[in-house]
């Protein structure tokens, strides 16, 4: 080496320095694919499902990226920061999309950090904070036991932008999955404190799995022309995940824990809100998929946006 090299210069001399996380050498995972609209599709409906799955993923990988440097260990702090990016790069594409197929000039940015807390579709179990480490775990094991056959038969669409994110998140959920799913185990076939905290964390973020198989009306009939996923179809294969995960675990979740997944997070009624959450407004019946959402997610936003409201038009 030279002493004109520098660190950078020898780390991007590669014919495969797609390894580097520089902003230069990556493919793009849509390459090649159509963007066309399938014939027969409502862009509306289409723009609106994409935003409902890149909000989940974005408010998601919010959640977990404020794990890092709180994590038990190193090696969990980089394991959850990569499933935020994953879940980020998820989004990206999605809200991209969205915004290519309403034509009212906005992008992924503008989407992101310009739109108010009414405006976000995603499932409120993806804004929900976590107390600590065993709610976090269980929330990711619910999130990735949904939507990883949510991804696997949306790699089905007939629209070819949405079966290429299905195709490409089907990898990445998997091990979400399986990384939610070890912890879960270990600590509930722990010690006694650690058993005792994964179940009262599964007790309370099970409730909150019901609004997930709640299809929205425009799932209903993208589904019906073969572009989107149902999701009350997914519950068959939920259910046989999740059972499989709490028996390694030696957790039998309680009666009503179990009861409150068949109804909505806001099924306790009387107070409108889900065993162990915030409050929601709920006398609409509506959902996340709604723009109804919690403090939670007016807090996140607070932070995520803060920047980008600060400086309108600002790049970086």
Known sequence: MSFDDDAYGALTDHADDARWAYGTGFADPLAGVPTAVPDGIDRADLATYCLMLGDDALIMSHRLQQWVTRAPELEDEL??????????????????????????????????????PTAFRNVRLAERADED????????????????????????????????????GVK?????????AQWVVRLGDGTDLSHQRMRAAIDAILPLAAELFEPHEAEVRLAAAGV??????????????MAQVLEAATIETSEKTTDATARRPDGEAQGGQAQGGPAYDTGSGRSGRDGVHGPELTEILAEMQELARALPGGVW
């Open 172 to 180: 990445e959920v998997t091990y979400h999955r399986e990384y939610a």
């Open 133 to 168: 480490f065993a709610h976090l775990v269980a929330r990711l094991l619910v999130f990735s036991c949904w939507r990883l056959p949510l991804l696997d038969r949306l790699a089905a669409s007939r629209d070819p932008v949405l079966a290429a994110i299905g195709a490409k």
């Open 79 to 116: 394991a959850l920061a990569n499933i935020g990016l994953d879940l980020l790069g998820q989004a990206r594409l999605l809200l991209t999309r969205a915004g290519e197929v309403e034509n009212a000039g906005r992008d992924e940015d503008a989407l992101a950090y310009l739109r108010d």
């Open 228 to 241: 989107a996923v149902d999701p009350s179809v997914l519950r068959g294969e939920f259910d046989a995940a």
